[in-house]
């Protein structure tokens, strides 16, 4: 391409560098190839990923690293329809991401060309707005659009299909506006009338909970969230996509709620008589059966999406905004009221919340002899790293062990996928999140089924000189589904069993990373520290872990969350 010539992709990676711009994560190919050209010259890193949908929680991990939008490129067909998980996953947990793919020509959309697929028509129902460009003008302005939409109202994903003929038509770039968005404005503020209301009821409450979701994180109210609860002396549950919301070590905290929750932070939320939910959104996992679901509690909900207020839950009063300013906003309110009355003690609801932790907290034995119960190893690991590192997780039992034994205190370093539980995620997320913030330590916390899944982006983490860290928690299964299998039907085990190979160190030595095997309680401080050692490399540490350990609290699916068995023989 001559370089004197300014076309579309000139024009993308101009309007990708005037956002602010700095990675994108990517696969080439030949319906996306224009714009790999100018990338040449562009002071955007690329990394490339070994596949499409590693590139894109690649995206993700990146954009919930630092609250920034992450990009991801592919190419037309089978590169944009390898997308379709990360889009969906970052839907479900509203991660701002925007995928740029490749199309086939504009005059050959609808012959079934080669490497053709109907991408937005693919993209409607998992991003939050799909564009297919018809003319390189268009470009500035749809590039400004999908960034804006994205990490606004509710963030989430924006997909912007480009043909090859319009990246490579001859344009010019421009200054973009946002005008082509008259209908687009999110509320932002919450109404004064029903912020009074929340406050009123919350001064007169006994037995309150602050029910936290993901969108606190995403609204970066951590701060107004802590004073908030101080000023109200309210509990606090975080659910699993708001870990590192509030601090786990604080006096308020309980800890995460729901299906493998912690016992008295989902009996607190069975037993309240108002939830406050913010930035949470009802999920199944967290209310167990609707009908059931705290039942005595009057509902606040505070959401920036309003589909999501009742939407599984009435609420009492509904606030619309972004969870920051209505925090901030409360805040002020409860300020004032304070000048004249203290926060209420509560005292009686505090004691029998010390109660449930005292009599119900999280339990595991480790023997001297082994086996590695997995327990054992995140704690150990969080103090090995001091509680310093990013954790990144797939899907599955390690992933609840990792939330539950993980004390987390501060938001953006548990990246994990919440709603459409990707297996996989771990490892590519955890590159994205190492390439944001490359001085912070990044161990992604896997299991052998969802490392099997993505473990070739290990070859991208060495050769992007992206030095993360993995421990594979390997019970020769696909545990969560055994653990299943054993419980609810009758111990048939089908399908699960993972056993023999690959040898993961030597895998991972093949992908240029250090390999380690850890098999004994004994071992499991030194293999740590090696890996905390090793700073020029990837590092994958096998642990290998008692393969009947199962992780409780447990409320089984469709169930009330009245009932929580604490082992095995609850079930």
């Known amino acids: 391409m001559s370089q004197d010539k300014f076309t579309g992709s000139h024009s993308l990676l101009r309007s990708l560098e005037y956002e602010g711009v700095e990675v994108v994560f990517g696969v080439p190919g030949g319906a996306i190839l224009h714009a790999y050209d100018p990338l040449l010259d562009s002071p955007i890193r690329h990394i490339l990923a070994r596949h499409e949908q590693g590139a894109g929680h690649m995206a993700e991990g990146y954009a919930m690293a630092t609250g920034k939008v992450g990009v991801v490129f592919a190419t037309s067909g089978p590169g944009a329809t390898n997308l379709i998980t990360p889009l969906q996953n970052a839907k479900m947990d509203s991660t701002p991401i925007v995928a740029i793919t490749g199309q086939v020509a504009s005059t050959a959309i609808g012959s079934d060309a080669f490497q053709e697929a109907h991408t937005t028509g693919l993209a409607m129902h998992c991003t939050k707005h799909s564009y297919l460009v018809q003319s390189a003008d268009e470009i500035p302005e749809v590039i400004h659009e999908a960034f804006h939409i994205a990490s606004t109202g509710r963030p989430g994903p924006v997909l912007v299909d480009l043909p090859k003929d319009v990246l490579g038509a001859d344009t010019t770039w421009h200054t973009p506006t946002l005008s082509g968005l008259p209908g687009y404005r999110p509320t932002r503020e919450g109404h004064p009338r029903q912020i009074k209301a929340a406050i009123e009821?919350?001064?007169?409450?006994?037995?309150?909970?602050?029910?936290?979701?993901?969108?606190?994180?995403?609204?970066?109210?951590?701060?107004?969230?802590?004073?908030?609860?101080?000023?109200?002396?309210?509990?606090?549950?975080?659910?699993?996509?708001?870990?590192?919301?509030?601090?786990?070590?604080?006096?308020?905290?309980?800890?995460?709620?729901?299906?493998?929750?912690?016992?008295?932070?989902?009996?607190?939320?069975?037993?309240?008589?108002?939830?406050?939910?913010?930035?949470?959104?009802?999920?199944?996992r967290v209310t167990g059966k609707v009908d059931a679901?705290?039942?005595?509690?009057?509902?606040?909900?505070?959401?920036?999406?309003?589909?999501?207020?009742?939407?599984?839950?009435?609420?009492?009063?509904?606030?619309?905004?972004?969870?920051?300013?209505?925090?901030?906003?409360?805040?002020?309110?409860?300020?004032?009221?304070?000048?004249?009355?203290?926060?209420?003690?509560?005292?009686?609801?505090?004691?029998?919340?010390?109660?449930?932790?005292?009599?119900?907290?999280?339990?595991?034995?480790?023997?001297?002899?082994?086996p590695i119960k997995p327990q054992y190893f995140i704690e150990r690991l969080q103090a090995i790293t001091r509680g310093e590192a990013i954790v990144t997780s797939?899907?599955?039992?390690?992933?609840?062990?990792?939330?539950?034994?993980?004390?987390?205190?501060?938001?953006?370093?548990?990246?994990n996928s919440g709603g459409l539980g990707t297996m996989g995620f771990a490892i590519p997320a955890a590159v994205g999140a190492k390439v944001a913030r490359p001085d912070q330590v990044v161990w992604a916390i896997d299991g052998d089924g969802c490392f099997q899944m993505t473990?070739?982006?290990?070859?991208?983490?060495?050769?992007?000189?992206?030095?993360?860290?993995?421990?594979?928690?390997?019970?020769?299964?696909?545990?969560?589904?055994?653990?299943?299998?054993?419980?609810?039907?009758?111990?048939?085990?089908?399908?699960?069993?993972?056993?023999?190979?690959?040898?993961?160190?030597?895998l991972a030595e093949a992908m240029g990373c250090v390999g380690l095997r850890v098999t004994h309680p004994d071992e499991v401080d030194v293999a740590i520290e090696k890996a905390m050692a090793v700073n020029d490399r990837p590092v994958v540490v096998e642990v290998v872990i008692d393969p009947d350990e199962m992780v409780f609290p447990m409320v089984p699916a469709g169930g009330s969350n009245d009932f929580i068995a604490m082992g095995p023989e609850d079930l």
Do not use: C
């Open 455 to 506: 473990a070739q982006e290990l070859i991208t983490a060495t050769a992007e000189n992206v030095p993360i860290k993995v421990a594979v928690l390997n019970n020769s299964s696909l545990g969560m589904v055994k653990q299943w299998q054993r419980l609810f039907y009758d111990g048939r085990l089908s399908a699960v069993d993972l056993s023999g190979v690959p040898d993961y160190p030597k």
């Open 394 to 415: 797939g899907v599955g039992q390690h992933q609840m062990w990792a939330s539950q034994y993980w004390a987390f205190q501060k938001p953006k370093t548990w990246i």
């Open 293 to 370: 679901f705290a039942p005595k509690a009057r509902i606040i909900h505070i959401d920036a999406d309003p589909a999501e207020i009742g939407k599984v839950r009435r609420p009492d009063v509904p606030i619309v905004g972004d969870a920051k300013a209505v925090l901030a906003a409360m805040l002020e309110r409860i300020v004032a009221v304070r000048v004249h009355t203290p926060a209420p003690e509560r005292t009686e609801w505090f004691r029998v919340l010390r109660e449930w932790q005292q009599r119900h907290p999280l339990s595991y034995e480790q023997t001297q002899e082994g």
């Open 201 to 284: 009821m919350i001064e007169a409450s006994q037995r309150p909970v602050l029910y936290v979701g993901g969108g606190v994180i995403r609204a970066e109210a951590s701060d107004e969230l802590l004073a908030f609860a101080e000023a109200t002396n309210v509990p606090v549950v975080t659910t699993l996509m708001a870990r590192g919301a509030f601090p786990d070590t604080h006096r308020l905290a309980l800890g995460m709620p729901g299906m493998h929750g912690v016992y008295a932070a989902t009996t607190a939320m069975q037993q309240a008589d108002l939830l406050i939910a913010i930035g949470a959104r009802f999920d199944d």
